[in-house]
């Protein structure tokens, strides 16, 4: 079967650095999605990887390694509005979306 | 500008009764979807259309149906619902012109059944 395995809640302290990790077995494989989910909202995309290695965006980090079914979304510089839960999808070979549960960040000041 | 429009925002049904939860879209993106979000679970996908006129059955499209008439709208029909359907809704939808193809999402519909 299909599986996107993601810690269920992180806590972290204002100003700080949080690594997210995700880890996926799926059927097939064209691309990993992050997306942002605040609390009764609506999940809002982050980023995009389908080559390895480290893609930069801001404050906003995300790194994928395919041979090992792995990615983590890096987030620095830790702010109060960051608190939200984190969404990794994996792009299968149908082209269809497989969501992880998320992980929701709890941020303290 | 808009993006995605869902209607209602909030629905409570009494087990039994017909519901169709609306999806409206201004970027006229190819395709739609529609996800149920229950807590613990990721988002489970409903029904999918990749282009009007077309649709096809995603991971739980038991107790639901769809139609995609036109570009914009993607309507979701419970004919006849039950407690299991109490979920939030979302419809997203995407352009489907290249490899990178991001999904966004509509502000969604929370639904009770009792």
């Known amino acids: 079967g299909q599986n996107i395995d993601q810690p269920t809640e992180m806590t972290a302290t204002e100003g700080a650095i949080v690594q997210i990790n995700c880890t996926y077995q799926?059927?097939?494989?064209?691309?990993l999605f992050w997306y942002q989910q605040h609390a009764g909202e609506a999940p809002t995309f982050l980023s995009y990887?389908?080559l390895d290695g480290l893609e930069e965006k801001g404050r906003f980090s995300s790194f994928l390694s395919r041979s090992k079914g792995y990615s983590y979304l890096l987030l620095k510089e830790l702010q109060m509005k960051d608190s939200a839960s984190y969404l990794c999808?994996?792009?299968?070979?149908?082209?269809?979306?497989?969501w992880g549960a998320g992980t929701k960040l709890i941020i303290k000041p | 500008t808009a993006g995605i429009t869902q209607a209602p925002t909030s629905q409570i049904l009494a087990a039994g009764r017909s519901m169709t939860l609306r999806c409206t879209q201004d970027?006229?993106?190819?395709?739609m979807y529609w996800y149920r979000q229950d807590l613990g679970l990721g988002l489970r996908l409903i029904h999918y259309?990749?282009?009007?006129?077309?649709?096809g059955k995603g991971e739980v499209p038991d107790g639901y149906s769809v139609s995609r008439a036109n570009t914009d709208d993607f309507p979701l029909t419970l004919a006849s619902a039950v407690p299991s359907q109490t979920s939030v809704y979302f419809c997203?939808?995407?352009?489907?012109?290249?490899?990178?193809?991001?999904?966004?999402f509509g502000p969604g519909t929370r639904l009770t059944v009792l």
């Open positions: 997203a939808s995407s352009a489907l012109d290249s490899s990178t193809d991001t999904q966004y």
């Open positions: 970027m006229r993106h190819n395709a």
């Open positions: 259309s990749n282009t009007a006129g077309t649709t």
């Open positions: 799926t059927s097939g494989f064209n691309g």
């Open positions: 990887n389908v």
């Open positions: 999808a994996v792009l299968d070979s149908n082209y269809q979306l497989i």
